[in-house]
Nanobody, 124 residues
Framework: QVQLVESGGGLVQAGGSLRLSCAAS????????MGWFRQVQGKELEFVAS????????SYGNSVKGRFTIYRDNAKNTVYLQMNSLKSEDTAVYYC?????????????????WGQGTQVTVTV
C-alpha cells in the first residue's frame, strides 16, 4: 500500500497560480493511477483531475479545464497539480488519492488511498 502526503497549499490572490505536490511512499508509485479532489466545508467532494499510471492520459473536471494541469514524475514518486488563473471558488481543501492498477477516473470510490489534504485559499 502507498502513503500520500500533500503540500504546497496556501493563500493566493485571484488570478494567481499555485502548485500542489503529493509525495508517495511505501509501494511502487507507478502501479497507481492518481487523482486530485477538493472539498469546501459542508459541501460534496469534487473531482478535480486524474492521471494514468504512465502519465500519458489525463482527465479534468469541467470547472478547472484550461486552468489546471495534472502531471507526475514517477522517478520522484510525486504527482503535481499546477493551478493557474485561480478564482475565489477554487478555495477548498485539496486531496490526492491513489487507485491501484487503475486508469483515469472521477469516481472517488475507485481510489483506495488518500492523503491528509492541503488548504488552498484564494482572495479577491
Amino acid at each position: 500500500q502507498v502513503q500520500l502526503v500533500e503540500s504546497g497549499g496556501g493563500l493566493v490572490q485571484a488570478g494567481g497560480s499555485l502548485r500542489l505536490s503529493c509525495a508517495a511512499s511505501g509501494s511502487i508509485f507507478s502501479n497507481y493511477a492518481m487523482g486530485w479532489f477538493r472539498q469546501v466545508q459542508g459541501k460534496e467532494l469534487e473531482f478535480v483531475a486524474s492521471i494514468s499510471r504512465s502519465g500519458n492520459t489525463t482527465s479534468y473536471g469541467n470547472s478547472v479545464k484550461g486552468r489546471f494541469t495534472i502531471y507526475r514524475d514517477n522517478a520522484k514518486n510525486t504527482v503535481y497539480l499546477q493551478m493557474n488563473s485561480l478564482k475565489s471558488e477554487d478555495t477548498a481543501v485539496y486531496y490526492c488519492a491513489g487507485d491501484f492498477g487503475g486508469n483515469v477516473g472521477s469516481d472517488r470510490n475507485h481510489y483506495e488511498r488518500w492523503g491528509q489534504g492541503t488548504q488552498v485559499t484564494v482572495t479577491v
